[in-house]
């Protein structure tokens, strides 16, 4: 059996009848097709669309997609069914109110089993009859046709409570990687690499499979058998093969090169594949995958290659700081495994899903009033439609794969990465898809050259930490090497962009043979990465943008540094500098004592102010020493008889030496008396991590609780307003955008097809 479409029609088996293909549609008939064949269920013992009178107004509709009956006869007298099936539209993110939706139902027709769906994630909840409790227990699966007939087997699956945890999910991977270091001899990071690889094979197939088998043993020995008769000795190995699909598949998130293969033996892979079969990457959440990931790099990587991971800790405190809103463009030009964007990408996600939610929430008090509980069944059965409807709807604002979603936008248009280690910009890709997608805008590239969407006045917020310690050499010089030339993205970014991008490729274009620290103003104050990067980024932001980022801490104040604090605030101002433990920070593999420190670039106005500030405090105090340094001058200048020793010419210089220095010094001062503002200072003894990585007490988040209240006391930066109201006009649904002075900025958006 197979589903059939045709003509934007869906054929529904269990109707009898072609239905129009909507996209939760094709959902349930695929996942009947998938009752059907891997778990042996005939029709007779379904049902589609089953109302129950017994759910409460407010509940959301009391209907099922898909009803699992134990025989032909408990169907036909509704006698409570064994299985209820929920499904949403592919790619919709499911959440808890969706699981509560569909378990009303099911605890109410009295079923055991609860299943709920959207091809990407299944899970299955065990059903307390009657009753809807405070949590869902998560169960490992629902029985077969012939299980479904035993009592006890029943009862065995519902006692098997679905223990797939991170800690549980990074604890199997780094056994994976150990498999390929003792098998194949390679190093941590070309292991990491080969779990990589096979663990895109998994997503890949159990993505792309209809029947959502995993990606098991038995299946790769099986398709494998398969390939083998047509195999021509010339040929890939079949896992090869697999890969190549799998390249094929990802090609647009430049995940793997053109000329790559597996380097681990085919012993070796199996091994893998029967160690990560017992789980579906396509139907595991985004969080467990996404966190498991990254404690898995967290040890693969603690100490190697030279550089260090933020703790979370850090990273949710410099996020919280910045607060980033939906619409700010976002970048981190060293991302290494990508945690800034990540967090940033959830951070606003969040919020998104949160407006989502409220606008149900409306939608549920509009329509379920007092006069629902005075219609009859049937009108009652059209009023849920109608909220089902639009609530599938507005779950079309979380499907990536809606151009006008606004998870969509959010995940290509606003988040946008870097790394200078091919094997880190790879690894950022693949946390962030591990984390639900939000990848698009990582590239591998020198964090201090402009790349595609990465260059300057672009960006609302800068969030990083870039390497300590090193230097750029100065004989370091900007090659052909460094050009973009791929021509299709080239024309894809101009179009994108405009005139901006090819001024951004003017940097590396018209550079070169010239030094790399030539292109930054304090190349000539010091060679520090750390120095650079702090220019980079400012560089990067619009005016009035803002930045978090980690350095060394005393950078910004130390005595052989003056130079670079000066520069800093005559383009920004600092709005917080933190202290944190060097502990935080001995767990990831660092040894140098780091602050966090936020500024906010001047916007157009600030920048008019300071600069005027600085003429003003230029002429006052050249002013006062004009006549000396005119004389000093002078004597330097005398020629013949009159000229001066050799000796005085000496004195005059290290005197106008001096006299330029102390001016420098007053100018500086009557500055920061002009374009005085407070700069805040915390220190934190305990920063969720110790130096073993253990979860201590965490005194960042109140100080970002606190810092919250400071910078809305004292307007620091004026947060976008762009807030998106939802209208329901004749049973549809429209999108309303809002700012704060003008109200609505465009006319009722539809943003679903």
Same mark, same amino acid.
């Given at each position: ?6 003509? &934007? ?21 695929? /996942? ?90 299944? +899970? ?114 079949? /896992? ?154 507005? &779950? ?5 794969? &809606? ?17 200078? &280690? ?70 894809? /970014? ?85 202290? *944190? ?89 009557? *500055? ?62 429209? +999108? ?18």
């Amino acid at each position: 059996m197979e589903v059939q479409i045709k003509d &934007n029609k869906i054929y529904a088996p269990l109707k009898e009848k072609w239905l129009v293909l909507k996209p939760e549609e094709k959902v349930r008939q695929d /996942y009947i097709v998938r009752l059907i064949k891997s778990y042996g269920y005939d029709l007779k013992k379904m049902e589609q669309e089953l109302q129950d009178n017994n759910s409460q107004r407010g509940q959301d509709r009391a209907m099922a997609d898909i009803v699992i009956f134990k025989n032909e006869k408990d169907k036909l007298d509704r006698k409570s069914p064994v299985i209820v099936v929920e499904c949403k539209a592919e790619h919709i993110t499911i959440h808890e109110e969706d699981y509560f939706q569909g378990y009303n139902y099911a605890s109410w027709a009295g079923a055991d089993f609860f299943v709920t769906t959207n091809q990407k994630e299944t +899970r299955i909840f065990k059903v307390v009859k009657g009753h809807i409790p405070k949590s869902l227990e998560e169960i490992v699966n629902i029985p077969t046709a012939d299980e479904i007939k035993d009592d006890k087997k029943i009862n065995a699956l519902l006692k098997q409570t679905k223990a797939f945890t991170r800690d549980e999910f990074s604890k199997l991977l780094f056994k994976c990687h150990n498999i390929i270091r003792n098998n194949d001899k390679l190093s941590p990071e070309a292991a990491f690499d080969e779990i990589s690889k096979i663990l895109f094979i998994k997503i890949r197939y159990e993505r792309s499979n209809s029947e959502g088998q995993i990606f098991s043993l038995e299946e790769f020995k099986k398709a494998k058998k398969y390939d083998d008769l047509y195999r021509a000795e010339t040929d890939l190995p079949f /896992y090869q093969k697999l890969f190549e699909l799998t390249k094929k598949d990802f090609k647009d998130d430049d995940l793997f090169e053109d000329s790559e293969t597996i380097r681990i033996r085919e012993n070796s892979f199996e091994a893998i594949v029967k160690e990560l079969e017992i789980y579906n990457l396509s139907t595991t959440s985004d969080d467990v995958k996404g966190i498991a990931f990254e404690q898995f790099l967290g040890r693969t990587f603690r100490g190697e290659l030279g550089q260090f991971f933020t703790p979370r800790t850090v990273v949710d405190f410099m996020v919280d700081v910045l607060d980033p809103q939906e619409g700010e463009v976002i970048c981190d030009p060293c991302c290494g495994s990508g945690g800034f964007l990540i967090k940033a990408f959830e951070f606003v996600r969040s919020k998104i899903e949160d407006e989502i939610q409220e606008a149900k929430e409306i939608i549920k008090a509009q329509y379920y009033t007092d006069a629902y509980d005075k219609m009859s069944e049937a009108k009652k059965a059209e009023v849920d439609e109608t909220v089902t409807d639009l609530f599938t709807k507005l &779950n079309a604002e979380l499907d990536i794969n &809606n151009s006008k979603s606004r998870l969509r936008v959010l995940s290509y248009d606003c988040i946008f990465g870097t790394d200078a &280690n091919p094997r880190m910009s790879r690894t950022a890709k693949m946390n962030m898809i591990m984390h639900g997608d939000g990848h698009g805008g990582v590239h591998h590239n020198d964090g201090l050259l402009n790349v595609n969407g990465i260059f300057e006045n672009r960006f609302d917020i800068i969030l990083t930490n870039p390497p300590f310690g090193a230097r750029v050499e100065k004989s370091l010089k900007i090659t052909e090497a460094d050009k973009y030339t791929d021509a299709a993205r080239i024309l894809k /970014y101009r179009e994108r962009y405009g005139k901006a991008y090819d001024e951004a490729l003017k940097q590396v274009n018209n550079n070169i043979g010239k030094s790399l620290i030539s292109l930054y103003k304090t190349g000539s104050m010091s060679t520090l990465t750390e120095v650079l990067f702090i220019e980079r980024c400012l560089n990067l932001l619009k005016p009035g943008g803002r930045m978090g980022i980690v350095l060394p801490e005393g950078v910004l104040n130390n005595a052989n540094l003056q130079k670079i604090r000066d520069f800093v605030e005559s383009k920004a101002k600092i709005v917080l500098i933190t202290s *944190i433990p060097q502990d935080v920070f001995i767990a990831s593999g660092a040894t140098v004592k780091p602050s966090l420190l936020f500024f906010k670039k001047f916007t157009e106005e600030e920048t008019k102010e300071y600069k005027n500030i600085s003429a003003k405090a230029e002429k006052k105090v050249k002013a006062k020493v004009a006549d000396e340094i005119t004389e000093i001058n002078r004597k330097l200048l005398l020629k013949g008889k009159e000229a001066i020793s050799a000796d005085e010419k000496k004195q005059l210089k290290v005197q106008l030496k001096q006299i330029n220095e102390k001016m420098a010094d007053e100018i500086k001062a009557e *500055i920061k008396e002009a374009f005085n503002y407070q700069i805040p200072i915390a220190e934190v003894e305990k920063a969720g991590i110790s130096t073993t990585g253990a979860k201590i007490e965490n005194e960042l988040e109140p100080l970002a609780e606190e810092f919250k209240k400071y910078r809305a006391e004292n307007h620091l930066w004026k947060n976008v307003f762009s807030e998106v109201k939802y209208q329901v006009i004749e049973n549809n649904i429209y +999108r309303i955008p809002l700012t704060e002075n003008s109200g609505v900025v465009s006319e009722p958006e539809i943003f679903y097809n």
